[in-house]
């Protein structure tokens, strides 16, 4: 079974950053596409990036790219997600997820393994 909890969340003014993490347990981390999700209030959950094995593949939402950054320690079986220039639309629950499958890095039904989720909030 595996387990995944995430941190880094909080509340911050837009244009900051946040980082969070996503520490992995259970199953073979570097052997899983692994991804963000978020939820804002009363929107459905959406996909904001996802990482392959290799950590050479990155996907992103275009809402977000050149603003977030994913990443990956193997070794540390640890998932990040850098969060840079944040707006006030980029407030919901982070979700971080473990997608056994070999595609769908983009696709919420993929994913079998998820955190419990933190709060990141951007005022303006």
């Known amino acids: 079974q595996v387990q995944l909890v995430e941190s880094g969340g909080g509340l911050v003014q837009a244009g900051d950053s946040l980082r969070l993490s996503c520490a992995a347990s259970g199953r073979t981390f570097n052997t899983y596409i692994m991804g963000w999700f978020r939820q804002a209030p009363g929107k459905e959950r959406e996909f904001v990036a996802a990482?392959?094995?290799?950590?050479?593949?990155?996907y992103y939402a275009d809402s977000v790219k050149g603003r977030f950054t994913i990443s990956r320690d193997n070794a540390k079986n640890t998932l990040y997600l850098q969060m840079n220039s944040l707006k006030p639309e980029d407030t919901a629950v982070y979700y971080c997820?473990?997608?056994?499958?070999?595609?769908?890095?983009?696709?919420?039904?993929?994913?079998?393994?998820w955190g419990q989720g933190t709060q990141g909030t951007v005022s303006s």
């Open positions: 990482i392959a094995r290799s950590v050479l593949s990155t």
């Open positions: 997820a473990a997608n056994p499958r070999g595609g769908g890095a983009k696709v919420v039904g993929m994913y079998d393994y």
